[in-house]
């Protein structure tokens, strides 16, 4: 008996001893190493959850894409860390950088937090690159509706054309999806080309296009277009009539059909686990991020045009982004014949556990809500 404890207190006596000078022989090359070790183990993780989470917006390589900032910069780099949790943990508000903490109503634990602002300040964005290519997550290349430059040509033919040419482009790939390619409305937006609004004067028209009219899907473009691009729209809007006197017109866009074949769902399936799976769920059975999609409820009630403008425009005010300007037609056509295949194995209801969106979730766009 004494002799055990006798042992026991020997051996407890040299690993203190052991210890204590590997400790102090080691210091400061250990715990600089050992950090370094929770570092790289840290990255390699946030690698995964960039890949599968923020990869969509923020590009494979950070690069940002279209309205959605880059995080490669040195700004972002250079950002406290407080800053950098607040960001990603609660989102910012009115904008698509959704509230990624588990307490926000996210997915992210706080230390999935903390890894991915360890990547943010020290990763190797070539590295994070690699690592979304390899897992099939880039996201889509974005789109652009082109006029047509033989209409170019006839506009800048016109006295002042040449600013009406800059805002008809603009229009076209910002602004014909809701206004209607030639201005005149459509079920989304109204029309631009009435006298009411022209009479309203140019001061009013810009500060509509540069705040937007909240509430509604006029969003505010002061971040995506430059003052001199808002005045090339603003000088369209106050001359539509000049192009209609001179005969000048966007071509209609063919008529949006919604063919589904076998290769288009699995396209869409493809493409609806590398872009919407983050928020809406493993076949769109929702998650605590974005409404269920997979249920009768919401098939249902949503026929095959409405659920494409959802996804080309998004649902301001909340976490649904707008895709139209990111995605082709055909690639969301694939997404209505991926979700619509769905429809004939989706359960009643979404279950409320995991549908729910982020605010007041699965109500649907302004438009489809019976107010
Ligand atoms: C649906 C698109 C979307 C997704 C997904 C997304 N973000 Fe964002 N993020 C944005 C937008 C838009 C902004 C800019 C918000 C604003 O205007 O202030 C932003 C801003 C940020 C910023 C602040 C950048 C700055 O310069 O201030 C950080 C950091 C960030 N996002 C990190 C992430 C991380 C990490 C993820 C993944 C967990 C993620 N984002 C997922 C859209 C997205
Ligand atoms: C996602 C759809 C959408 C897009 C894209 C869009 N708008 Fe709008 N816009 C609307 C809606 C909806 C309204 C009406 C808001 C309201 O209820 O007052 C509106 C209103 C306006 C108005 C005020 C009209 C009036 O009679 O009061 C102007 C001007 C305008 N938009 C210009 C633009 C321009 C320029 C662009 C492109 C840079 C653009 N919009 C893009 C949906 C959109
Ligand atoms: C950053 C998170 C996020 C991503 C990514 C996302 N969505 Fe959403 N989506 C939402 C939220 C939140 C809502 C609920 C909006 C509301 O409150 O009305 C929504 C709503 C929808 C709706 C309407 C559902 C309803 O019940 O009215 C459809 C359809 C939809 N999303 C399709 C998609 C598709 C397709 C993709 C991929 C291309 C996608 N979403 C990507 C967050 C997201």
């Not at 923020?58 to 940002?64: C, I, N, R």
């Not at 909340?318 to 707008?322: E, N």
């Given at each position: 008996m004494t002799r055990t404890m006798a042992w026991i207190g020997f051996l407890a006596t040299l690993a203190i001893a052991l210890t204590l000078g590997l400790y102090t022989l080691l210091e400061p090359g250990r715990q600089q190493a050992a950090q370094e070790r929770l570092r790289a183990e840290a990255i390699a993780q946030a690698t995964d959850l960039y890949a599968e989470n923020c990869a969509v917006c923020?590009?494979?390589?950070?690069?940002?894409?279209g309205g959605m900032p880059a995080l490669n910069s040195d700004g972002v780099r250079g950002m406290d860390y407080e800053s950098l949790y607040r960001v990603i943990a609660?989102?910012?508000?009115?904008?698509?950088?959704?509230?990624?903490?588990a307490e926000e109503g996210g997915i992210l634990t706080g230390a999935q937090i903390d890894q991915l602002i360890v990547l943010l300040q020290y990763g190797d964005w070539e590295q994070v690159s690699a690592r979304v290519t390899e897992r099939g997550l880039a996201p889509p290349v974005a789109v652009e509706v082109e006029v047509p430059d033989d209409l170019l040509v006839q506009i800048e033919a016109l006295p002042g054309g040449e600013s009406l040419s800059r805002g008809l482009t603009l229009y076209a790939q910002n602004c014909s999806a809701c206004h209607g390619v030639d201005g005149s409305g459509t079920p989304l937006a109204p029309p631009l080309d009435n006298p009411d609004l022209q009479a309203r004067g140019a001061d009013e028209i810009r500060r509509t296009i540069e705040e937007g009219v909240p509430g509604t899907l006029m969003a505010g473009w002061a971040e995506t277009l430059s003052p001199a691009e808002v005045s090339d729209l603003v000088d369209l809007i106050l001359r539509w009539d000049e192009l209609q006197t001179a005969g000048i017109a966007l071509p209609t866009p063919e008529p949006v059909v919604m063919p589904s074949t076998p290769e288009m769902i699995a396209a869409g399936e493809q493409l609806f686990s590398v872009a919407c799976a983050t928020c809406h769920g493993v076949e769109a059975y929702g998650t605590r991020m974005a409404p269920s999609l997979n249920n009768q409820g919401f098939l249902g009630e949503t026929p095959d045009a409405a659920i494409y403008q959802i996804i080309a425009q998004g649902v301001p005010g909340?976490?649904?982004?707008?895709w139209g300007g990111r995605l082709s037609d055909e690639e969301i056509n694939s997404l209505v014949a991926y979700l619509r295949s769905l429809e004939a194995t989706a359960p009643p209801a979404a279950e409320p556990s995991t549908g729910g969106g982020m605010r007041g979730g699965g109500m649907g766009p302004p438009w489809l809500r019976g107010n």
């Open positions: 923020h590009g494979a390589a950070g690069e940002g894409i609660f989102g910012r508000y009115n904008t698509p950088m959704a509230a990624w903490s909340t976490a649904m982004p707008a």
